[in-house]
């Protein structure tokens, strides 16, 4: 995911390194399926299916889904809840251990990736590439065709599977509150070709007619734009903290100082000005769909 940023050496910034293109998003792995047996074991003996212990957990029954599947981490307080729901002895809890110290999940992802489960709202700007979670399948194919140094093709559809699965946060979570600010150029680029971008344009205007997702674009044209500093991610936790991510070529930022996170809450106020209004941007993405 990472295609430059420049860094930011400021002690208000965590930085983790290596958290680009070269290493993947987490796969499923040995540990996070152990984990979902172990959680789907114990909903069995309570005699609970996933409809009904959902809701107990405080998650989607597609969320309980694919934690038993082993196809996400859990989000940071479910297997508190799942192990006291299910009085499962403290197992749950033991087992969810073990899926912070996977061989090969970075640091600075994981951290991230579990606020995102649980994030109330999600912002984010992208200036280099559509965000990840709005990609199509064949838009993120050639990103991962394009890496250098090259992907194996076995790389490529593990990367891939991993990306439309994190793609299901935006209809599993429909009070989370998801807003992307993107630039028009990230259209007119073309990237894979015509039907690559007419792909992108339907599929994201459809993302866009959801209550929890809000896409705008910042035209071509701005003679005042205050995100130049680069791609910037904020998530709000369920007890109201925030957090920030940036990203380079070759490391992730991780923010969590109040001071910096402030500053990029009012960096994203005000691009969230610059940029054309949500009907507007819907419009512009019609047209540009419509030139296709």
């Not at 003996?45 to 809701?55: G, M, Y």
């Not at 090259?150 to 429909?174: F, G, K, N, S």
């Not at 599929?203 to 959801?210: F, G, N, P, Q, R």
């Amino acid at each position: 995911m990472t295609h430059g940023t420049d860094s930011i050496d400021s002690p208000m910034y965590g930085t983790f390194g290596n958290g680009g293109a070269r290493r993947p998003e987490p796969e499923p792995q040995y540990s996070l399926k152990m984990f979902g047996e172990v959680v789907k074991t114990f909903r069995k003996r309570a005699r609970l299916t996933q409809e009904q212990f959902a809701p107990l957990v405080g998650y989607s029954p597609e969320t309980v889904a694919s934690i038993e599947q082993g196809r996400r981490l859990p989000p940071p307080d479910f297997a508190e809840r799942a192990d006291s729901i299910l009085d499962a002895f403290g197992v749950i809890l033991a087992a969810a251990k073990h899926l912070t110290r996977r061989k090969g999940l970075a640091s600075w992802f994981r951290q991230w990736a579990e606020l995102e489960l649980s994030a109330l709202s999600l912002y984010t700007y992208e200036c280099r590439l559509i965000p990840g979670l709005l990609q199509t399948p064949a838009y993120a194919r050639t990103l991962f065709a394009d890496q250098l140094p090259p992907l194996a093709d076995e790389q490529i559809e593990a990367q891939l599977a991993a990306r439309l699965e994190r793609q299901q946060l935006l209809r599993e979570r429909p009070n989370t509150s998801f807003s992307f600010i993107l630039e028009e150029h990230l259209f007119l680029r073309d990237l894979g070709g015509a039907d690559v971008t007419r792909e992108l344009l339907d599929h994201i205007l459809d993302l866009s007619e959801l209550r929890n997702v809000d896409v705008q674009i910042m035209p071509l044209v701005r003679h005042h734009h205050s995100g130049l500093g680069g791609p910037v991610q904020l998530l709000e936790t369920p007890d109201h903290q925030w957090f920030g991510y940036l990203e380079g070529q070759e490391h992730g930022q991780f923010v969590s100082d109040p001071k910096a996170i402030s500053v990029i809450q009012m960096r994203c106020a005000s691009m969230r000005s610059q940029a054309l209004s949500l009907d507007d941007s819907q419009g512009l993405m019609r047209r540009m769909r419509g030139a296709r």
